[in-house]
């Protein structure tokens, strides 16, 4: 039974940092691309990181670009995602997705405001 679990998500004053994490199990977590997401209110879902299985090549979109850093830990089957320079535009649900598997952890609210 794959399973996703984010945490780290919280209440963060703008030009902060936070670091979610993403662990899981259930699939051989190596040999899957990962994918962090974001949806904020009346808003689509946003791609906003990416990391291939081995970590060798990652993908942001220009929202994040410069802010935002995946990375991974093979041996601990946890994905994070780094954020610095935080703006209220930020303000999500953000979700790590498993690409090879296709499932979706349960999300970790991040809200950005003074």
């Known amino acids: 039974q794959v399973q996703l679990v984010e945490s780290g998500g919280g209440l963060v004053q703008p030009g902060g940092s936070l670091r979610l994490s993403c662990a899981a199990s259930?699939?051989?977590?190596?040999?899957?691309?990962m994918s962090w997401y974001r949806r904020a209110p009346g808003k689509e879902r946003e791609l906003v990181a990416f990391?291939?299985?081995?970590?060798?090549?990652?993908n942001y979109p220009d929202s994040v670009k410069g802010r935002f850093t995946i990375s991974r830990d093979n041996a601990k089957n946890t994905v994070y995602l780094q954020m610095n320079s935080l703006k209220p535009d930020d303000t999500a649900v953000y979700y790590c997705?498993?690409?090879?598997?296709?499932?979706w952890g349960q999300g970790t609210q991040v809200t950005v405001s003074s």
């Open positions: 997705q498993a690409v090879a598997v296709g499932e």
């Open positions: 259930g699939f051989t977590f190596s040999r899957s691309a």
């Open positions: 990391i291939t299985g081995t970590g060798g090549s990652t």
